[in-house]
């Protein structure tokens, strides 16, 4: 006995949803739309991200060493000892210095540069090229390079100024001899944003001030420089937060020195986890300056959010 089909619906009756399989999670559902293509990085995330905060939390109140043998739990120990380590405060404050020195300069020459390279008339790429290219080197390449630069015998800047500076010797010298590699090779970077920011600034914005009388310097503090506003905004917090972990070229110009007047704060915690062995001490320290870094980008979101808010009460 065959089974008879179902009478068809009506003219311009709804449409039914076709019946769901029974037995279907909603996870075999996911994957079949698609959840396999992300399986793989959620794999790598969970493993070389979630894992490592989580282990990392639970180092942090542990005593324990980079073997793990004779692990003691301490709970808040290792904080508590944190908010009495003079080193630790030594090293925050040469980072927060390092911080503060390199953001305003990095802000000025990248605009500086991007202008440049926007306004000029003749080979654009190669400027653009030059300004950019210092970005690419390796940190190892950085270094080798300005350690020449900076030695006080023949170092190429002592020669051209024909006097034997310290840069690396005295510690008001050799942070902002940091501060300098830093600008040079990180620059590159921001001024590509800044670039960008300015290419899409409407011409016409320029022509209407240039018709009502405004000058150069008119037409960019007041068409310029607030419609590249956000981007300022980013490369300002971008800078903040990459300078706050800075490690690669002072350790590898300097070591930190003198004195461990340069050492940045990164540099404090891989001592003491690899050199003094103490795995747990170090993870309380690198969610010190976790921490920090995640209140930097709060302060930033809000930032953000309450002159979004004004904008629109405004408008």
Do not use: C
Request: charged share 15%; glycine share 8%; no cysteine.
């Amino acid at each position: 006995m065959t089974a008879l089909a179902p009478a068809p619906a009506p003219p311009g009756a709804p449409e039914t949803a076709p019946a769901r399989r029974p037995g279907r999670s909603r996870l075999g559902r996911i994957m079949q739309h698609g959840g396999w293509f992300v399986a793989p990085f959620l794999v790598f995330y969970g493993v070389f991200l979630v894992w490592p905060l989580v282990s990392g939390l639970w180092y942090s109140l542990n005593e324990t060493n980079l073997a793990g043998i004779n692990t003691e739990f301490i709970g808040l120990d290792n904080y508590r000892e944190a908010l009495n380590d003079d080193q630790l405060w030594d090293s925050l404050g040469n980072t927060l210095t390092f911080t503060a020195m390199l953001t305003p300069l990095i802000v000025a020459v990248a605009f500086g540069l991007a202008l440049l390279a926007h306004n000029i008339k003749h080979g654009k790429w190669f400027w653009r090229l030059a300004f950019f290219a210092p970005f690419l080197l390796p940190s190892a390449v950085l270094a080798d390079l300005w350690r020449w630069l900076y030695e006080p015998d023949y170092g190429l800047f002592n020669n051209a100024l024909n006097e034997r500076v310290p840069w690396l010797l005295e510690g008001d010298w050799a942070m902002f001899s940091m501060v300098l590699a830093t600008l040079w090779w990180t620059v590159g970077f921001s001024f590509l944003l800044y670039l960008a920011a300015l290419q899409a600034i409407p011409d016409h914005l320029y022509e209407a001030a240039a018709l009502d009388g405004a000058g150069p310097w008119q037409r960019m503090w007041h068409i310029t420089v607030p419609m590249v506003r956000n981007i300022t905004g980013l490369i300002v917090v971008l800078q903040i937060l990459a300078s706050l972990q800075v490690f690669d070229q002072i350790f590898l110009i300097n070591e930190g020195g003198p004195n461990n007047e340069t050492r940045p704060v990164v540099q404090y915690i891989i001592q003491q986890g690899f050199t003094g062995y103490r795995i747990g001490y170090a993870s309380a320290l690198s969610y010190i300056v976790f921490v920090l870094i995640v209140a930097v980008t709060l302060v930033r979101l809000w930032l953000v959010r309450k002159r979004t808010d004004e904008k629109g009460e405004t408008r």
